[in-house]
Structure formats: C-alpha cells, structure tokens
C-alpha cells in the first residue's frame, strides 16, 4: 500500500452548497505555481465525477480519489 | 469595561454594530460594553445596486448613504482605515498611526476585485461589481447595437453568485426592448459543468437560456483576454471571440487580512457554525472575508451578523454563546427586466427554484429599498 500523498494545498470543501467544491478547487489552481498538489475534500458524490471531468479538461493531473469513513472523499489533483 | 471592535462597516459589520447596540443597550448605557465600527470610508455602500445602473435603472448615488445615518448612537463610529492586527497583543493599529485595543475583534472587510490577476481583463472587459464598472458598461451597452455579448464568470469565488445568470437574462430582455436582440448573440460562460453552483439553479437557468437563445458554455476559466484582438483565452485551451465583454472578475479579500497572516488569499477560516476564527483567539469574520461553504452574499454577510451578536452578548454577559450559523443564504433572481425567482438555502441543501413572476421582481426591488432598514438592524 502506498504511503498517503502530501498535498501542498487542502480545499476543505466538506458541506459546501453554493458555489461547490469544484469551484472552490478552480479557485486554488488558477494562481497556482505547476507541480503544486492539491486536496479536494469533499462530501458531495457528484464532484467525484465532475473533478475528475474538468482535471481531464483543463488538461491537469488526477493522482488519486481516497474514500474515508466519516462520509468524505479527498480527491488528489497535480497542477499541470 | 469589555470593547467589542467590528472592522468594516458593510452589511455585515453594519448589521452586527446596531444588533449589539439593541442587544446589550443596558450594558452601553452603564459604560460597561463600548462597541466601535470602524470603517475606512464614511459611507455604507450596498452593491446589488450596481447590477441596475449597468441598465440605466439605478445610479451609482443609489447605492450610497452615510453611515451616521445608519448606524445606532450607542456605537462609536471611527471613520479610518485599519492597518495592522496583533492578536496576542489584541490591539490595532490604523494607517494614522492610531492604535486601539480590543476585547473581541470582528473582522468583516468583505471581497475586493483583482482583474489585475488576468492578464488584458481590464482593458478587454466590463463588469458591474463597482460604481465606476458599472457606469461604463452603462455606456457601452447603450452604444451596443450588434454583435457577440459573452458574460464571462472568471473569477471564484466571487460575490452574489447569482448576479451573473441575472446579468445574462435582463440584457437578453433590455436588448429585446430595443429590437437589437436579432443583431446580438450572447454566450454565458461558466467553471464547472453546468450553469451554476447549485444543481437545480443551474437546471433553471439551463431551460432559460435554452428558450431565449443564450448559449451556455460550460468548464470555462478565461486566464487571459486580448483586448485587441478581441478574443478570451481559457485555462483548457479555447478562444472565444467577443464584441462586448462582461466579466466576473477575480475577487481577493482585504490586504488587511493577507498582510497580517489572518487567512490565505484574504480569506479567514473560520468555524461555519460558529464563525469564531478557527486559528485566531477572540476573533470573529463575517460576511465575504469569512471563509464558509456557501455564498459570498449581503443575506449570509446578515444572517452571520444576527448569530456573531447573540454570541457576543452571550460573552460579554459571561455566558457560554449557544447561537450558531446554519448557512441560511436567500437571493432574489432577477430573470428579466421584469420577472424574477426567489431561492433559500442553508449548508448541504439544494434550494428549489421558484417560478418567476412580477410579483418577485417587486419584491426584489421593494427589498432593494427596504435594505437600509436591514442595514439599521431593523429587518
């Protein structure tokens, strides 16, 4: 099993209504530096697919989607 | 005696001043409690106005009254800018060189705009989120008889999320008024993949636009525009060419909180129930410059108010504060020059979306007066 990554920011976006945890994970990455990793926590389902769709998109990295027990999932984008 | 310090005096540190002033009247009458507003500008300024004036309907003066008139005698207004914050000393100091102590800060500075972060986005775009902003799109909409409108949400987070879908559907129906509509394509761009943050205002707004011919594009992040060729550059590698364009342009938080290590892009974590600062003592943030999951609106910047209040007077009175924040956001939604909606939400709830009428474009507008009486404490 591989060790937890590290991400350089975490966007806790556990509860977010308006605007959502995609758009709170586009707010870090736009001014952010290449190569930074970041974390998107997040209790809402569909943003375990709507990340993963715009990282595609946007042409960035998807490292890794974790489920934890407590009803969130961190989700591991490398800005490319 | 226990001074309580709101910096900022928006509909945040506005509301809370005069709900202070009502809740602990007693405790300020013994000399006992001072509470001091502090803003840089003698003027409280209420920016939904600035949507209208991009229209013709409202004027930058609308948006403005002074905040003597506004705000409860009992508080101390001290009209000056804050510069510095030191939280284990608990004191301020101020771009005179003043300084003030404090028991309880609120930090309620609110979201400036940054167009700046994208390259050729001021000389290339409009928008309507400040006086000046909004005079010039005034004026270039009144001049604007054909050709591509793109409403651009650039930056996020960013204030009133919903004034960028209002934007799109009052200039599809202003240009309709004036018989330019067939000579004006518009296109709405947004972030993520639908039209909205919220999934049933996205829905609405998708079927809006589908029957009034506004083109949506969705996973769009402009980081940068041409303003000579004319042409918005995004993130995932499009250019759109536009004749008018009218952007949501990044919002920072104030310098005062990046500057003094408060919160990370000017924002300040806090606890969403309790919007006690998470890494700071006896700090509270409301309004825009606190950082909770939902929007950066003037109803969550009131209702925070309410809630910080209650804890306060809880504190100064040497209770334990019960009162907590449970995301209540309302917006009206403008869906023409004469028709809007009406959404209510707290943390984790997805808000139905009412069926426009007249009836909500008057209450929006009645409300749009009636703030003053919110910004008093009153409503």
Not at chain 1, 30 to 48: C, H, I, N, Q
Not at chain 2, 209 to 234: C, G, K, M, S, Y
């Amino acid at each position: 099993m591989s060790e937890p990554l590290q991400p350089d920011v975490t966007v806790d976006s556990r509860g977010a209504t308006c605007p959502g945890p995609l758009m709170d994970l586009i707010g870090k990455v736009k001014p952010a530096d290449e190569g930074t990793v970041f974390e998107l926590r997040t209790g809402d389902s569909s943003s375990k697919n709507d990340v993963p769709e715009w990282v595609e998109k946007a042409g960035h990295e998807l490292l890794d989607v974790v489920e934890h027990e407590d009803g969130y999932w961190s989700i591991y984008v490398k800005k490319v | 005696m226990t001074r309580i310090v709101i910096v900022g005096g928006g509909t945040g540190g506005t509301v809370l001043a005069n709900r202070l002033a009502d809740e602990l009247g007693p405790e300020l009458d013994a000399g006992d409690v001072e509470v001091v507003l502090v803003n840089d500008d003698p003027d409280h300024v209420y920016k939904p106005v600035y949507l209208y004036v991009a229209f013709g309907e409202r004027t930058p003066a609308d948006a403005r009254r002074p905040l003597t008139d506004l705000v409860d005698p009992a508080v101390t207004l001290d009209i000056g800018r804050v510069t510095g914050v030191d939280t284990a000393a608990k004191t301020l100091a101020f771009a005179d060189g003043a300084e003030m102590d404090y028991d309880h800060l609120v930090v309620a500075t609110g979201a400036d705009l940054a167009p700046a972060e994208v390259p050729g986005l001021e000389a290339g775009g409009h928008h309507f989120y400040g006086p000046e902003g909004a005079e010039r799109l005034r004026d270039a909409l009144a001049e604007f008889e054909s050709g591509h409108l793109v409403l651009s949400v650039v930056g996020v987070p960013h204030m009133c999320p919903a004034a960028p879908l209002e934007f799109v559907l009052m200039a599809d129906a202003w240009l309709r008024d004036r018989g330019r509509r067939a000579d004006v394509d518009i296109t709405y761009t947004y972030p993520i993949q639908r039209a909205h943050g919220i999934q049933s205002i996205a829905d609405w707004a998708t079927e809006a636009f589908e029957e009034r011919d506004i083109e949506l594009r969705t996973f769009t992040n402009p980081d940068a525009v041409d303003p000579e060729t004319q042409v918005l550059e995004t993130m995932e590698g499009e250019e759109i060419p536009y004749d008018l364009l009218v952007a949501i342009p990044p919002h920072t938080g104030s310098d005062l909180v990046t500057e003094n290590g408060l919160g990370d892009d000017g924002w300040i974590p806090v606890d969403r129930h309790t919007l006690e600062a998470t890494d700071l003592e006896d700090v509270y943030a409301i309004g825009d410059a606190a950082d909770v999951p939902t929007s950066k609106a003037g109803s969550v910047a009131h209702y925070e108010a309410g809630v910080v209040a209650d804890r306060l007077a809880s504190e100064v009175r040497g209770q334990v504060p019960t009162a907590t924040y449970d995301g209540k956001t309302i917006c009206f939604v403008e869906s023409g020059m004469d028709e809007a909606t009406f959404v209510e939400f707290g943390y984790g709830e997805t808000p139905v979306v009412r069926e426009p009428s007249q009836t909500l474009h008057w209450a929006k507008l009645a409300y749009n007066e009636s703030y003053w009486l919110t910004a008093r404490g009153l409503l």
